[in-house]
Structures are given as structure tokens and as C-alpha cells.
């Protein structure tokens, strides 16, 4: 069964600093990878996915995420916080056409 | 283009009461998925419906049951309601494989 593990609940950079949110899964197939970005007191939002191809993968707002198969990892990326970009976030895999199973978020902080 | 519609925004319910929560998919989507997410949780899957049959269910009781209509909309029931079943009702919709879910904003179910 696939899973996913998100490395740091609480993350926190400065504004035009680098965002690095860590995700890895478990997956025995090749998986389909998100990144859902949340904000207080509202659903989910995609901000990209990973299917097939370019591993490298661009989404909204700036966030990209780059798929490493020999990691299992798709860390999600942007390279100049800005104070909007403060929210949870959330990795989820999806396998073959079964359900989505995200990881238990990780809470961004923009300092001014 | 409507996105995915929950109703009710807000639910207080009493404990060992039931509730049915109401999910509109985005057009031309087919596939309907329930998550509930605890304060400061992921979503959990609960179960997700197709052509109007529950296809997949996560580790929840029978408590929890759904149903998907022909024009792909879906119910969440719970019954017997537990203080512990207080959470973020999430519901999503897709369409194929591999494709990211779009997700409603949400009930909120507050059991007291």
C-alpha cells in the first residue's frame, strides 16, 4: 500500500528565503504525487502533480517539486517566500486508480 | 464551471445522533471521495464512490456509510455520533486515473 511520510511538522523561513518542504512515499508501483496547499478554515488546492515525464514538475505560485525515484522522494520548492505563501501543506500519493493518501502536513511560517 | 459544493458549511450535532453531509462533484467529474480531517490532522480517507458504488473504503467503522447518485452527487451518513467524530468533512471529486482530486471547502462537524 502506498503512504506518504512529510519530514518537519512546522517549518518557518523569512520573507525572499528559500521554501524547502520535505515529502517521501512508499509506493512498489510507480506513483502519482500532489502537493495541496490549505489555508485556515478552507479545502485543499492543487498546487502540482507528478504523473508521467518530467520529473521536474512547476505549479502554482511559484512552488515547483521535483520527482526522485532513486529517493522516493518530491520535495516541494519555491525560491522566494512571500507572506501569502504561509498555509499547510500537504503531500499525497496516488497508485493505479485507488484512493489518495496524503501525509500528515507540514505548517509553513513567513517571518517579515 | 462550478467547482466541488459541500452543505452545510457548519454542523453541531449532539453525541449518538445521526448526520448526512452532501457533496456536489465538479462537472464532468465521476468519482467522489470522502476524507475527514482532524484539527491539525491530514485528511483521512473514508471511502470513495463510483457509478454509484462504493469502491474503496478506508479504516472507518460502519458508522460511516455513503451513497453516490446517478448524477454523480454523494451523501456521507454517520451514525451513532461520537464526540471523537468532531472534524473537517472533506469531499472530492475526479475524473481517470492519475488525476488529481478537487476538493470542496469542507463541513465542519462539531459533536457535543
Known amino acids: 500500500a502506498q503512504s506518504v511520510t512529510q519530514l518537519g511538522s512546522h517549518v518557518s523561513v523569512s520573507e525572499g528565503a528559500l521554501v524547502l518542504l520535505r515529502c517521501n512515499y512508499s509506493s512498489s508501483v510507480p506513483p502519482y504525487l500532489f502537493w495541496y496547499v490549505q489555508y485556515p478554515n478552507q479545502g485543499l488546492q492543487l498546487l502540482l502533480k507528478?504523473?508521467?515525464?518530467?520529473?521536474l514538475v512547476k505549479g502554482i505560485n511559484g512552488f515547483e517539486a521535483e520527482f526522485k525515484k532513486s529517493e522516493t522522494s518530491f520535495h516541494l520548492t519555491k525560491p522566494s517566500a512571500h507572506m501569502s505563501d504561509a498555509a499547510e501543506y500537504f503531500c499525497?500519493?496516488?497508485?493505479?486508480?485507488?484512493?489518495?493518501?496524503f501525509g500528515a502536513g507540514t505548517r509553513l511560517t513567513v517571518k517579515p | 464551471d462550478a467547482g466541488v459544493t459541500q452543505s452545510p458549511t457548519h454542523l453541531i450535532k449532539t453525541r449518538g445522533q445521526q448526520v448526512t453531509l452532501r457533496c456536489s462533484p465538479k462537472?464532468?467529474?465521476?468519482?467522489v471521495s470522502w476524507y475527514q480531517q482532524a484539527l491539525g490532522q491530514g485528511p483521512q480517507f473514508i471511502f470513495q464512490y463510483y457509478e454509484e458504488e462504493e469502491r474503496q473504503r478506508g479504516n472507518f467503522p460502519d458508522r460511516f456509510s455513503g451513497h453516490q447518485f446517478p448524477n454523480y452527487s454523494s451523501e456521507l451518513n454517520v451514525n451513532a455520533l461520537l464526540l471523537g467524530d468532531s472534524a473537517l468533512y472533506l469531499c472530492?471529486?475526479?475524473?481517470?486515473?492519475?488525476?488529481?482530486?478537487?476538493f470542496g471547502s469542507g463541513t465542519r462537524l462539531t459533536v457535543v
Open positions: 499525497a500519493v496516488r497508485v493505479n486508480n485507488n484512493d489518495m493518501r
Open positions: 507528478y504523473t508521467t515525464g518530467a520529473t
Open positions: 462537472s464532468g467529474h465521476d468519482t
Open positions: 472530492a471529486s475526479s475524473l481517470g486515473t492519475g488525476d488529481g482530486y478537487t
